[in-house]
């Protein structure tokens, strides 16, 4: 008795329908595993950005890191908008003198815009009192418009967070992570934060990467549609699995990392050593730092 897949046509056969759902005929995890394959590719490029000949680059890790922090300090204090937006510009002229594409660098700063501000700035436009812009509608003594004042707020607080994510931006583009790493613990960032910190940006490739594997070979072994609650039922399973591996995977690497003589101390063979260039870098970074504070309002 010859199974009934055996004997069905071609043009009969359809994927699982988690694959198949959807606009194009891409449904939610074909355009997951996109995404993923997306990530891994800007993640390469951000290493490769990182390597190349820029000017943040070549600065002494340590000395951007706290040149870097200045900078943000100075974004959070400063009062006024255009001496703000000056120092936005000058994100920008950090980022073209690093070798880093406008377009890459402004798409991966205006992501986390919307989560960072977004829910704050759209009801500064309403609730901030002053003059209105734009009426809406009036029903009695309640007006709901877009005031002069409260459009001022909000692009004064995205502007804010738009300088201070292009310098964090700037920082991790720029600088290899095992660098970076190494210069939190020379400022003294708390140890436990550092390593687990490295671990789980180490370790995220290789869980994405497994999710998509076993996506792949699911996929691979299927010839005929198992129906929607069977499939709801294995993407169930393989999250179960998946948390079961990742913890025996942790247990794993510690006892690895223990038996090669870790001491609770993540520690890089690089060696950091300031040049002319990092001192006339610090001296400009203190100066901008000042005058900042000072034309911004503060002093």
Partial sequence: MRPAWLVTKMEDLAACPCCTVGVGGKGFVERTLLGIASFFKEAIFSEEIARAPGFLQHLDP??????????????????????????????????????ITLGFFLKRVFFFIPLFSGLIAL???????????????????FTLAITKSGLSSAFFLVLRVATSVSFAVLLV??????????????????????LILGMTHRYLYLLIALIEEMHLAKKSRTIQRD?????????????????????????EVYQAMISRGFDGEARVLDTFRMTRMDVLWLGLSVLLFVLALWIGGIA
């Fill in 227 to 251: 129906g929607l609650r069977k499939e709801q039922r294995w993407v169930a399973s393989r999250i179960g699995f998946l948390f079961g591996k990742s913890r025996r995977m942790a247990d």
């Fill in 173 to 194: 583009l720029t600088t290899r992570w095992p660098q970076l790493l190494k210069a939190l613990r020379i400022f003294k960032l708390p140890q436990v934060f550092v």
């Fill in 62 to 99: 340590r000395v951007k890191l706290f040149s870097f922090a200045l900078f943000l300090v100075a974004a959070s204090l400063m009062k006024k908008a255009l001496p703000l937006l000056g120092l936005y510009l000058f994100t920008l002229l950090l980022a073209s003198a690093s070798r």
């Fill in 123 to 141: 009801p500064a436009l309403f609730l901030v009192p002053g003059e209105p812009l734009i009426t809406f509608f009036s029903l009695g003594g």
